[in-house]
Structure formats: C-alpha cells, structure tokens
C-alpha cells in the first residue's frame, strides 16, 4: 500500500516518485500547497473510497502520516 500511496502522490503532484518516502514531510519537502492537498485527499478518497475530515487533514504531516490513517480506514 506504501508504493500505491506514494505513486498516487508522484501522478497527482507530478513529483518523481523515487523522490517520495515515507519520511517526505509534505510541506516542507514537496512544498505542498492548500490546492495540492485538496487534490491530493480528493484523489486519496476516490481511490480507496473513503472521507477524509478536515479535522484529521491537520494531522497530516508525512507521507507516513497518510499511510498510517488509510490503513486504519481498513482499506
């Protein structure tokens, strides 16, 4: 699921995905702004067909951050 969720990331943001960890922090690695993101849970909703609050968007900090909270979605 890591490589899923990191090839996600590298089509949505047009990032190489050999520059994306699991330890990618979202900010201040890959520079990513509010439009980005909401691309980015959009796509992560739409591909495992679940909601994402904004609530649990602020906790968002890595890659890992991202992974962890789909995985407890039980995807």
């Known amino acids: ?38 691309d980015l849970i959009t796509a992560f909703e739409k591909k495992y067909n679940i909601e994402i609050l904004d609530k649990d968007i602020k906790n968002f900090q890595t890659v890992n951050d991202i992974v962890q909270y789909i995985k407890s979605k039980n995807v």
Do not use: A, G, H, R
């Open 1 to 38: 699921m890591e490589k899923e969720i990191i090839d996600l990331i590298s089509k949505t943001l047009e990032i190489p995905s050999k520059d994306i960890t699991l330890k990618t922090n979202l900010i201040s690695d890959l520079e990513l702004e509010s439009l980005d993101l909401v």
